[in-house]
């Protein structure tokens, strides 16, 4: 053992003093560090193969200049605000020239102006700016590139056929010069027709989604030219799922060799060609390193291309692939001497420290074994001691992770509970105050009373249960408002008149403030309340006493709210456990409860910065403080509202006794109207609980054509085949959830119009407020209030009716009119608009026409025209031609028969006849009626 502890301590001391000596050689036989310029780079995007063989090049090329040091490459990921912010840094990091790929010109160009300004060289790399104030560009010439695809097309198609073109990124310039150089190329043949453009943002997947609708919608196209071969491989890959790969041509650019490249591409026929885009990274090294070494330089450095087909494609992919087992050798090359110096460095430092142990031991041997020998007895009660701790540690822990999982378990339960319950209450609140409203005996009343009562108890506890378990988990977000607190708290106590009056207890209020305006969470101090007045009345007997007072501490700056009673009271032992969770001492005469309430008020007034105070004597009564301070600093930014949040969180569920009737807090149940014997609007109905969607299709379907689905994804299906007046869903569901569902009905041009309705067990005020931001026109918690449920639907149906009867069927030229639409529907609106009278004059300006111009089919077209105006998509086309029939008609310049050609009736006699109907005289006596009046 001793020996053992010997070496041990030996090799450590060596060590150390082997190191140091090391370190103290290796400084002296250090070479000198040459001097360096640093340079920063920022690429657009480093995810593309063709700017990934850009910076290998790069990282090859810097090995021939040892004075060059690049920073790491800032990836700005397609984000030009995030390109601004990158370049920013690298100025930061005092570097001597910047490299750049602008990700779009015009928001780059400014700080690139700035950057030269400042003295610090910029090399423009593959892109521009839409300035002159730069040191170098490096670039493949990108109108040329887009000249011989022209040139190239033209060749392929025999200077006859419909061209679709797949941009990059509009706002780079490749894109913009390739553009251009393109279409110049096609004006010189008049047989070339570029029919339609797509953008693919220089990704594959932009093309995978837009281009398989593009091509169903226009199956005239014979080729495409697309920006880069990435996006080119996606269009041939959509033509292949399409059935259209042998009669579409394919041209891309870029031309990399490897896997999937332009030139492997070629080479398989997937494409017919590609251009090749030199990358330019070595050059873009050596243009730096002749700038900071002060070597003349050209300022544009235009890098030159080829185009690869069928004829050359052979001999570029050899010669490719050449180069790259070239690169590949000297990569491997490059290696193996950064491996031999690293083992030279190695061999130099172990000879250091041997020269050093050898000198340490000596002078430490004799040290060493007198230490270990009267150490040696200490480090064995150590080890001793060390497992002692180990095992007690070991043990805490494993208690420990019980516990979480024991924690983590009962939060779980709670919320999935909760949840659950609020569905079966949904249904039996529904059911109960429906059959209230039909009336009965007396003693049935009373027996619905009671059963009403219960479940809004029960639902009392569920909301409790919710709250229990965003606070375990830390999610109970505040939202403070300022307030008057003695209005709020007066009018809180109206809902326990009734109950003190039924049951002669004095409830008394008092308030030495007239105003006292606090920042407090209205949803959150409600149930404070709540839970401190239902155990007042719970521990107060008949004919007792509860006072509620609001006072101001001026002293500690703080707002005092005291609850006090003259009942049965506390005894000491249990007013120290009072706040617990779960804990529950003496049962009140109004009977016992969960032990949930006052630890939750305790929790909820902790989150303001305040604090909760009992004072309870057995036989005197109880008193309770709940303190806030003033002001709002004490809370965080995120947690304040601007404005004051109407109503409470129980406003709905008062307190109540066994033996009370309450009436249900709804709104008055309308007179019966006669049912049509076709409804007339059709309601979309999601929800994946079959027994409360059964309940309200029985409910609504006497007003309303419902159709259900019982998950997200069918609704979503049935709300574009069919397109509903309004839709209803739950939020909660499988395949697809509510919030998701209402993204995507909101920005489908198909269904954006249809107004949204959701049913939800999440109650809390985040959830709302972010259903109502995703879209949804009404937001109601689970258990509903049926009638209240069927006046939103009534009120949303209504309003989009008062909306077409506003617009009767004549768009408003100012698009401010249409402020009350959804914006992708005005934007509907006015692309409608636009294609009706652009199309006017032509007599076979048809609905179908217009359906292949939106990408919707006719029904869905009819539809969405009908649900915005009000009339179908030929009378419109009716209305509009008429109108500006008659306007022509006032400028007197035409015939009558000329004007019905212009605004395309085929037939006069036709044109005479639907202008009489329209406007109850000729086109002649129209002109002539409104000429005397003028």
């Given at each position: 053992?001793?020996?053992?502890?010997?070496?041990?301590?030996?090799?450590?001391?060596?060590?150390?003093?082997?190191?140091?000596?090391?370190?103290?050689?290796?400084?002296?036989?250090?070479?000198?560090?040459?001097?360096?310029?640093?340079?920063?780079?920022?690429?657009?995007?480093?995810?593309?193969?063709?700017?990934?063989?850009?910076?290998?090049?790069?990282?090859?090329?810097?090995?021939?200049?040892p004075d060059l040091r690049l920073l790491p490459i800032a990836d700005a990921q397609n984000d030009s605000k995030r390109q601004i912010e990158q370049i920013r840094?690298?100025?930061?990091?005092?570097?001597?020239?910047?490299?750049?790929?602008?990700?779009?010109?015009?928001?780059?160009?400014?700080?690139?102006?700035?950057?030269?300004?400042?003295?610090?060289?910029?090399?423009?790399?593959?892109?521009?700016?839409?300035?002159?104030?730069?040191?170098?560009?490096?670039?493949?010439?990108?109108?040329?590139?887009?000249?011989?695809?022209?040139?190239?097309?033209?060749?392929?198609?025999?200077?006859?056929?419909?061209?679709?073109?797949?941009?990059?990124?509009?706002?780079?310039?490749?894109?913009?010069?390739?553009?251009?150089?393109?279409?110049?190329?096609?004006?010189?043949?008049?047989?070339?027709?570029?029919?339609?453009?797509?953008?693919?943002?220089?990704?594959?997947?932009?093309?995978?989604?837009?281009?398989?609708?593009?091509?169903?919608?226009?199956?005239?196209?014979?080729?495409?030219?697309?920006?880069?071969?990435?996006?080119?491989?996606?269009?041939?890959?959509?033509?292949?799922?399409?059935?259209?790969?042998?009669?579409?041509?394919?041209?891309?650019?870029?031309?990399?060799?490897?896997?999937?490249?332009?030139?492997?591409?070629?080479?398989?026929?997937?494409?017919?060609?590609?251009?090749?885009?030199?990358?330019?990274?070595?050059?873009?090294?050596?243009?730096?390193?002749?700038?900071?070494?002060?070597?003349?330089?050209?300022?544009?450095?235009?890098?030159?291309?080829?185009?690869?087909?069928?004829?050359?494609?052979?001999?570029?992919?050899?010669?490719?692939?050449?180069?790259?087992?070239?690169?590949?050798?000297?990569?491997?090359?490059?290696?193996?001497?950064?491996?031999?110096?690293?083992?030279?460095?190695?061999?130099?430092?172990?000879?250091?420290?041997?020269?050093?142990?050898?000198?340490?031991?000596?002078?430490?041997?004799?040290?060493?074994?007198?230490?270990?020998?009267?150490?040696?007895?200490?480090?064995?009660?150590?080890?001793?001691?060390?497992?002692?701790?180990?095992?007690?540690?070991?043990?805490?822990?494993?208690?420990?992770?019980?516990?979480?999982?024991?924690?983590?378990?009962?939060?779980?339960?709670?919320?999935?509970?909760?949840?659950?319950?609020?569905?079966?209450?949904?249904?039996?609140?529904?059911?109960?105050?429906?059959?209230?409203?039909?009336?009965?005996?007396?003693?049935?009343?009373?027996?619905?009373?009671?059963?009403?009562?219960?479940?809004?108890?029960?639902?009392?506890?569920?909301?409790?249960?919710?709250?229990?378990?965003?606070?375990?988990?830390?999610?109970?977000?505040?939202?403070?408002?300022?307030?008057?607190?003695?209005?709020?708290?007066?009018?809180?106590?109206?809902?326990?008149?009734?109950?003190?009056?039924?049951?002669?207890?004095?409830?008394?209020?008092?308030?030495?403030?007239?105003?006292?305006?606090?920042?407090?969470?209205?949803?959150?101090?409600?149930?404070?309340?709540?839970?401190?007045?239902?155990?007042?009345?719970?521990?107060?007997?008949?004919?007792?006493?509860?006072?509620?007072?609001?006072?101001?501490?001026?002293?500690?700056?703080?707002?005092?709210?005291?609850?006090?009673?003259?009942?049965?009271?506390?005894?000491?032992?249990?007013?120290?456990?009072?706040?617990?969770?779960?804990?529950?001492?003496?049962?009140?005469?109004?009977?016992?409860?969960?032990?949930?309430?006052?630890?939750?008020?305790?929790?909820?007034?902790?989150?303001?910065?305040?604090?909760?105070?009992?004072?309870?004597?057995?036989?005197?009564?109880?008193?309770?403080?709940?303190?806030?301070?003033?002001?709002?600093?004490?809370?965080?930014?995120?947690?304040?509202?601007?404005?004051?949040?109407?109503?409470?969180?129980?406003?709905?569920?008062?307190?109540?006794?066994?033996?009370?009737?309450?009436?249900?807090?709804?709104?008055?149940?309308?007179?019966?109207?006669?049912?049509?014997?076709?409804?007339?609007?059709?309601?979309?109905?999601?929800?994946?609980?079959?027994?409360?969607?059964?309940?309200?299709?029985?409910?609504?379907?006497?007003?309303?054509?419902?159709?259900?689905?019982?998950?997200?994804?069918?609704?979503?299906?049935?709300?574009?085949?069919?397109?509903?007046?309004?839709?209803?869903?739950?939020?909660?569901?499988?395949?697809?959830?509510?919030?998701?569902?209402?993204?995507?009905?909101?920005?489908?041009?198909?269904?954006?119009?249809?107004?949204?309705?959701?049913?939800?067990?999440?109650?809390?005020?985040?959830?709302?407020?972010?259903?109502?931001?995703?879209?949804?026109?009404?937001?109601?918690?689970?258990?509903?209030?049926?009638?209240?449920?069927?006046?939103?639907?009534?009120?949303?149906?209504?309003?989009?009716?008062?909306?077409?009867e506003r617009f009767g069927g004549n768009l408003p030229a100012d698009s401010r009119r249409l402020a009350d639409v959804a914006q992708i529907d005005q934007q509907?609106?006015?692309?409608?608009?636009?294609?009706?009278?652009?199309?006017?004059?032509?007599?076979?300006?048809?609905?179908?026409?217009?359906?292949?111009?939106?990408?919707?089919?006719?029904?869905?077209?009819?539809?969405?025209?009908?649900?915005?105006?009000?009339?179908?998509?030929?009378?419109?086309?009716?209305?509009?031609?008429?109108?500006?029939?008659?306007?022509?008609?006032?400028?007197?310049?035409?015939?009558?028969?000329?004007?019905?050609?212009?605004?395309?009736?085929?037939?006069?006699?036709?044109?005479?006849?639907?202008?009489?109907?329209?406007?109850?005289?000729?086109?002649?006596?129209?002109?002539?009626?409104?000429?005397?009046?003028?």
């Open positions: 053992m001793e020996d053992r502890l010997l070496a041990r301590y030996s090799f450590w001391l060596l060590a150390l003093g082997s190191m140091a000596a090391a370190c103290w050689l290796s400084g002296c036989f250090q070479a000198p560090v040459p001097a360096q310029f640093t340079i920063g780079f920022s690429q657009c995007t480093t995810q593309d193969a063709w700017r990934q063989t850009m910076e290998a090049e790069m990282r090859r090329a810097l090995s021939f200049y840094a690298l100025l930061a990091q005092g570097i001597d020239l910047l490299v750049v790929s602008p990700n779009e010109a015009e928001p780059i160009t400014p700080l690139i102006e700035e950057v030269y300004a400042r003295g610090i060289p910029v090399i423009l790399l593959d892109r521009r700016t839409n300035s002159s104030l730069y040191t170098a560009y490096l670039g493949g010439d990108n109108t040329e590139i887009g000249r011989a695809a022209g040139e190239y097309a033209a060749r392929l198609l025999g200077e006859k056929g419909e061209i679709l073109e797949i941009w990059g990124l509009r706002g780079s310039t490749p894109a913009i010069d390739r553009h251009d150089g393109f279409e110049a190329a096609l004006r010189r043949y008049p047989g070339l027709h570029p029919r339609a453009q797509l953008d693919g943002h220089w990704e594959k997947e932009a093309v995978q989604e837009q281009l398989p609708a593009l091509l169903q919608q226009h199956p005239e196209i014979d080729l495409i030219f697309a920006h880069n071969d990435r996006m080119a491989l996606a269009a041939i890959q959509v033509a292949q799922r399409l059935g259209r790969d042998r009669s579409l041509r394919v041209i891309g650019v870029d031309g990399l060799p490897g896997p999937n490249g332009g030139i492997e591409l070629v080479s398989q026929g997937l494409i017919n060609a590609t251009l090749l885009y030199p990358t330019g990274g070595e050059e873009a090294i050596r243009i730096a390193a002749d700038i900071l070494h002060h070597r003349p330089f050209q300022k544009e450095n235009l890098l030159q291309t080829t185009l690869i087909d069928n004829r050359n494609v052979r001999i570029i992919e050899m010669q490719s692939n050449k180069i790259l087992q070239q690169q590949a050798s000297i990569k491997r090359q490059e290696e193996r001497i950064g491996e031999q110096q690293r083992i030279f460095q190695n061999q130099t430092t172990a000879l250091y420290v041997l020269i050093a142990s050898l000198a340490v031991s000596i002078l430490l041997g004799a040290w060493l074994y007198k230490s270990l020998i009267e150490r040696k007895e200490a480090f064995r009660q150590l080890e001793q001691q060390k497992e002692e701790i180990l095992d007690q540690r070991n043990q805490i822990l494993a208690m420990s992770d019980k516990a979480e999982a024991a924690t983590q378990a009962q939060v779980h339960f709670f919320t999935n509970v909760s949840h659950e319950f609020r569905t079966p209450l949904t249904l039996i609140l529904a059911a109960v105050e429906g059959l209230q409203a039909l009336g009965g005996s007396r003693e049935t009343k009373q027996d619905l009373g009671l059963v009403r009562t219960n479940a809004i108890r029960l639902l009392r506890l569920v909301n409790q249960l919710m709250d229990f378990s965003k606070v375990e988990q830390q999610k109970m977000q505040v939202r403070a408002s300022e307030n008057e607190l003695p209005v709020f708290v007066k009018e809180l106590l109206q809902a326990y008149r009734k109950v003190a009056d039924k049951r002669n207890i004095e409830l008394r209020f008092f308030s030495r403030e007239v105003s006292l305006p606090v920042w407090f969470d209205v949803h959150m101090l409600d149930k404070v309340l709540f839970n401190l007045l239902s155990n007042a009345f719970k521990f107060t007997r008949d004919g007792g006493r509860i006072d509620v007072v609001v006072i101001k501490d001026p002293i500690e700056n703080q707002a005092i709210v005291k609850v006090e009673d003259n009942g049965s009271g506390m005894s000491a032992e249990h007013v120290a456990h009072a706040f617990e969770r779960f804990y529950q001492g003496p049962v009140p005469p109004a009977g016992g409860g969960t032990g949930l309430g006052l630890s939750l008020s305790r929790e909820l007034v902790q989150l303001h910065g305040g604090e909760i105070l009992l004072w309870s004597e057995k036989g005197v009564g109880t008193r309770f403080e709940v303190k806030l301070p003033l002001g709002k600093t004490h809370f965080q930014d995120d947690q304040l509202l601007p404005t004051p949040v109407e109503g409470l969180a129980y406003e709905a569920y008062k307190f109540y006794t066994d033996d009370d009737e309450p009436q249900p807090a709804t709104l008055p149940a309308p007179p019966p109207a006669q049912q049509d014997p076709a409804p007339e609007h059709t309601l979309l109905l999601i929800e994946d609980n079959s027994e409360l969607r059964q309940f309200l299709q029985r409910k609504l379907g006497k007003d309303y054509q419902v159709l259900e689905a019982a998950d997200g994804e069918s609704g979503l299906d049935l709300a574009c085949r069919h397109v509903p007046d309004l839709i209803l869903s739950d939020v909660m569901m499988p395949a697809r959830e509510g919030l998701s569902l209402v993204k995507i009905l909101k920005s489908d041009l198909r269904t954006s119009h249809i107004p949204v309705v959701l049913l939800t067990a999440k109650a809390g005020m985040e959830q709302k407020i972010e259903g109502i931001q995703t879209g949804a026109d009404a937001y109601l918690t689970k258990p509903f209030n049926l009638i209240f449920l069927q006046e939103i639907i009534k009120n949303l149906l209504q309003s989009r009716a008062a909306l077409r509907f609106l006015q692309k409608f608009r636009d294609a009706v009278e652009q199309q006017l004059a032509d007599p076979q300006l048809s609905v179908q026409g217009l359906c292949a111009g939106f990408g919707l089919s006719r029904v869905q077209l009819y539809r969405k025209v009908k649900s915005l105006l009000g009339e179908s998509v030929n009378d419109y086309i009716q209305h509009a031609r008429l109108k500006k029939a008659s306007l022509l008609l006032l400028e007197g310049k035409h015939s009558v028969a000329e004007v019905a050609y212009q605004v395309g009736y085929s037939s006069p006699g036709y044109f005479a006849t639907a202008f009489k109907t329209r406007y109850q005289c000729s086109p002649s006596e129209w002109r002539e009626r409104q000429g005397k009046s003028d």
